[in-house]
């Protein structure tokens, strides 16, 4: 998905590793925003940014952790990863005003 | 608590049908209803609607908002193999943060040649 670039694409991790979800968008949008997808419970708000230095919690954000650096930047920690975590990790951005998100293509990340 | 339901969960037409998804809320501080269609990867983003009776069309696809009754649909005529795929129905709240959106869990459409 242009302009939106999630890495990695697939991780597995072991019970208690942690790992960082990297984030980056080359479109100077303001707003950044990390939700999970898990079957049968559709995209939920885990944390989001209305811009550098500014970050709030969303629905779900209990085990994660975010920074906001810099415009371009919004990495996601896992800090003692556990298999309720397993899930698809998307990564979204928004320009100023009341523009959409959209959507990188995803990090598929398996705890075991 | 704020919530975004969707109905149906999974629907299955033949190709030339056409189809209406549901979309109703309740949310505290509407801002926006965006819907987007998931196929393997990304959201892709079709509409977004913030005014009432005021239709949002895109070729076969078409949305329309009513704040009253809290609830949106999304008409696609003509259906094609091609618009097989999950399409999500998300809400944006105000708060000062357009990263703030409640998603419904999405109605999978299957359309079969």
């Known amino acids: 998905n242009a302009g939106v670039t999630q890495t990695p694409k697939f991780q597995v991790l072991k019970t208690g590793q942690s790992m960082t979800l990297q984030c980056a968008q080359d479109m100077n949008h303001e707003y950044m925003s990390w939700y999970r997808q898990d079957p049968g419970m559709g995209l939920r708000l885990i944390h989001y940014?209305?811009?550098?230095?500014?970050?709030d919690q969303g629905e779900v954000p209990n085990g994660y952790n975010v920074s906001r650096s810099t415009t371009e930047d919004f990495p996601l920690r896992l800090l003692s990863a556990a298999p309720s975590q397993t899930s698809v990790y998307f990564c979204?951005?928004?320009?100023?005003?009341?523009?959409?998100?959209?959507f990188g293509d995803g990090t598929r990340l398996s705890i075991l | 608590e704020d919530k975004v339901v969707q109905s149906p969960l999974s629907l299955v037409v033949h190709e030339g049908d056409t189809v209406t998804l549901n979309c109703s809320y309740e949310v505290t501080n509407f801002r926006s209803l965006l819907w987007y269609k998931q196929e393997k990867k990304a959201p892709t983003f079709l509409f977004m609607l913030?005014?009432?009776?005021i239709e949002k069309k895109s070729g076969r696809l078409s949305s329309i908002l009513d704040k009253k009754e809290l609830f949106s649909i999304l008409n696609i005529t003509a259906t094609q193999t091609g618009d097989s795929a999950v399409y999500l129905c998300?809400?944006?709240?105000?708060?000062?943060?357009?990263?703030?959106?409640?998603f419904g869990k999405g109605t999978k459409l299957s359309v079969k040649p």
């Open positions: 940014s209305v811009g550098a230095g500014i970050t």
């Open positions: 979204a951005t928004g320009g100023r005003g009341n523009q959409p998100q959209h």
């Open positions: 913030t005014s009432s009776g």
């Open positions: 998300a809400v944006g709240r105000d708060g000062g943060s357009q990263g703030n959106l409640i």
